[in-house]
């Protein structure tokens, strides 16, 4: 009975140190970690709006939610003091397969995508984490022979399809030959995912901002419901992402 009192001890205090440990580096970290994701946001709304880096961004809160978060936004400014509206850039929260993502969309003074960034994303390695991928134009061969092309500033092929486009073409197909955001195959969750919560939350600054936009008119209540439109494209891949 004394050994096993001892063990338990000995355990427990382990158990003691490691969460002080744990506690102590969580604290010295956090708001090194919380300043460095606003810098990387602050960064991602220049290259989603495309914007020069005297661009200054001024945040403005709603009453407004948006897949159930408060919808804020940003109004771009073509420099500090300036009155001149270059475009706006708001955060999109959606739902994927296993985490939620997190996008900074840009928006031109006509209510049109100019690009998309996603900066948060735990998805499915090889499915929904191809959100993210860089369709590569380098072969094997070429890698291997040095003489590979520098593609750190291609931007990822399925952000890419969002340029330009307005919330009536925010719609998720199948096929290249539709009009739309073309699903990555498996991983029709996370395409829905992104692509409803940027339609929700466009449509929402178009109404606030009384931008031309296209038709689609702002989420019925103030705010969008979260809910992903699956128009029956989970059923594409048995047992894989797809298939939830």
């Given at each position: 009975?004394?050994?096993?009192?001892?063990?338990?001890?000995?355990?427990?205090?382990?158990?003691?140190?490691a969460s002080f440990g744990l506690s102590a580096?969580?604290?010295?970290?956090?708001?090194?970690?919380?300043?460095?994701?606003?810098?990387?946001?602050?960064?991602a709304r220049l290259e989603a709006?495309?914007?020069?880096?005297?661009?200054?961004?001024?945040?403005?809160?709603?009453?407004?939610?948006?897949?159930?978060?408060?919808?804020?936004?940003?109004?771009?400014?073509?420099?500090?003091?300036?009155?001149?509206?270059?475009?706006?850039?708001?955060?999109?929260?959606?739902?994927?397969?296993?985490?939620?993502?997190?996008?900074?969309?840009?928006?031109?003074?006509s209510g049109r995508i100019c690009e998309i960034e996603i900066t948060s994303q735990q998805e499915t390695p090889g499915l929904g984490a191809k959100v993210v991928e860089v369709a590569s134009q380098n072969t094997l061969w070429a890698v291997l022979r040095g003489n590979a092309v520098d593609e750190s500033d291609v931007e990822p092929w399925f952000e890419e399809q969002f340029n330009g486009e307005g919330s009536d073409g925010l719609v998720v197909v199948k096929s290249s030959s539709q009009d739309g955001i073309l699903a990555?195959?498996?991983?029709?969750?996370?395409?829905?995912?992104?692509?409803?919560?940027?339609?929700?939350?466009?449509?929402?600054?178009?109404?606030?901002?009384?931008?031309?936009?296209?038709?689609?008119?702002?989420?019925?209540?103030?705010?969008?419901t979260g809910e992903p439109a699956t128009d029956g494209s989970t059923e594409e891949t048995p047992g894989g992402e797809g298939s939830r």
């Open positions: 009975m004394a050994n096993f009192l001892k063990l338990v001890g000995t355990l427990a205090a382990i158990a003691l140190v580096v969580y604290n010295a970290t956090h708001e090194i970690t919380e300043e460095y994701k606003r810098q990387a946001e602050s960064q709006l495309g914007c020069s880096p005297d661009a200054f961004f001024v945040e403005t809160a709603s009453d407004s939610t948006v897949s159930g978060k408060e919808f804020a936004y940003h109004t771009a400014y073509a420099s500090e003091g300036s009155e001149e509206v270059v475009g706006y850039s708001f955060k999109a929260f959606g739902k994927g397969y296993s985490s939620t993502i997190e996008t900074i969309v840009g928006v031109d003074t990555i195959t498996g991983a029709t969750i996370s395409s829905d995912a992104v692509t409803n919560s940027i339609r929700d939350g466009l449509a929402m600054l178009i109404a606030i901002e009384g931008l031309a936009g296209d038709a689609t008119a702002a989420p019925e209540g103030g705010g969008g």
